[in-house]
């Protein structure tokens, strides 16, 4: 299983990206799904999450300016961040609960996928 983020990319204050995160492999189904992020010296924090039926919550640093998204059907999980700013400058990475299907083995882990650069110029 991979998860292979994108969307990442140099945007002046105020401005607006979207990040994707799209799971490929022997995948069953896709339980919950969450966008983080690492600023420079700074600890992972968790910036958004949503639940295979769409319930999500978010940090309140980002609340109204972020939203989180999936398409079941695409395994995929998306951010749309909107009013950015430059304290949202880090690096974003994706993880995911899934459940995978090798040959006669069912298992479920937690995947993340590698992390994609947002720099908020000010």
């Known amino acids: 299983v991979q998860l292979q983020a994108s969307g990442g990319g140099l945007v002046e204050t105020g401005g607006s990206l979207r990040l994707s995160c799209a799971a490929s492999?022997?995948?069953?189904?896709?339980?919950?799904m969450a966008w983080y992020r690492q600023a420079p010296g700074k600890q992972r924090e968790l910036v958004a999450a949503i639940t295979r039926g769409g319930s999500t919550k978010s940090a309140d640093s980002v609340k109204d300016r972020f939203t989180i998204s999936r398409d079941n059907a695409k395994f995929t999980v998306y951010l749309e961040m909107n009013s950015l700013k430059p304290e949202d400058t880090a690096v974003y990475s994706c993880?995911?609960?899934?459940?995978?299907?090798?040959?006669?083995?069912?298992?479920?882990?937690?995947?993340w996928g590698q992390g994609t650069l947002v720099t908020v110029s000010s």
């Open positions: 993880n995911a609960e899934i459940r995978t299907s090798v040959g006669y083995t069912l298992s479920t882990r937690t995947y």
């Open positions: 492999g022997s995948i069953v189904w896709i339980n919950d």
